[in-house]
Nanobody, 122 residues
Framework: QLQLVESGGGLVESGGSLRLSCTVS????????MGWFRQAPGQERERVSC?????????YYEDSVRGRFTVSRDKAENTMYLLMNSVTAADTGDYFC??????????????WGQGTQVTVSS
């Protein structure tokens, strides 16, 4: 059974860094595309990054995080990561990892983790 578990959230100062983890079970981390989503207070959930299957090898970033966030995965740990640098208050929110049985980042996720909260203090 596919399961996604996020960790690594917390309180970070503006300008600081944080690394989120998404530990995957039930499927190898590079078999399908996987994404990071966030939901700020009072806002809709948005995708911030996606990494496609190892056979496709593409990475996507939402404009506001491009150049600051880096998505990666470790097959040995079966984990996807999101390294967040130069964070701002606008990065505050609940972060979720998600996937679907699609090799590409245009698929609609149907499996979600429980989320991890990130709070950026100014």
């Amino acid at each position: 059974q596919l399961q996604l578990v996020e960790s690594g959230g917390g309180l970070v100062e503006s300008g600081g860094s944080l690394r989120l983890s998404c530990t995957v079970s039930g499927v190898t981390v590079d078999r399908y595309a996987m994404g990071w989503f966030r939901q700020a207070p009072g806002q809709e959930r948005e995708r911030v990054s996606c990494i496609s299957s190892s056979g496709d090898g593409k990475v996507y970033y939402e404009d506001s995080v491009r150049g600051r966030f880096t998505v990666s995965r470790d097959k040995a740990e079966n984990t996807m990561y999101l390294l967040m640098n130069s964070v701002t208050a606008a990065d505050t929110g609940d972060y979720f990892c998600a996937t679907s049985p699609s090799y590409y980042c245009d698929g609609t996720p149907d499996s979600w983790g429980q989320g991890t909260q990130v709070t950026v203090s100014s």
